[in-house]
């Protein structure tokens, strides 16, 4: 069973920039991806990255690209969102998932998730 555990999310001002982690445990038999999603009230979950665990080959959603990254520590199984530029609609739930094989921008297709964590950006 893969366990996943988000850290790092808080109260930032507009601007700045804040470093999400996922540790990953639980047993891996064949390769994976790993993927970071947002969920604001009332909205469906929405995805931001992914990345395939072994290659590091990653996708960004638009509002991501050019001010988020993610990234992995193959050696502490953990997962990462840099983020970056932060502005008041980066603001929500965050949630790290799961899935066996490559990376996929639909929430349906990943099998395990954290709890989330949140950020919140005031302006």
């Known amino acids: 069973q893969v366990q996943l555990a988000e850290s790092g999310g808080g109260l930032v001002q507009a601007g700045e920039s804040l470093k999400l982690a996922c540790a990953r445990s639980?047993?891996?038999?064949?390769?994976?991806?790993m993927a970071w999603f947002r969920q604001t009230p009332g909205n469906e979950r929405e995805w931001v990255a992914a990345?395939?665990?072994?290659?590091?080959?990653?996708e960004y959603a638009g509002s991501a690209k050019g001010r988020f990254t993610i990234s992995r520590d193959n050696a502490k199984n953990i997962l990462y969102l840099e983020m970056t530029t932060l502005r008041s609609e980066d603001t929500a739930v965050y949630y790290c998932?799961?899935?066996?094989?490559?990376?996929?921008?639909?929430?349906?297709?990943?099998?395990?998730w954290g709890r989330g964590t949140q950020v919140t950006v005031s302006t």
């Open positions: 990345i395939n665990w072994n290659s590091g080959y990653s």
């Open positions: 639980g047993p891996i038999y064949r390769p994976y991806a």
């Open positions: 998932a799961f899935k066996w094989g490559t990376l996929d921008i639909n929430k349906s297709e990943y099998s395990y």
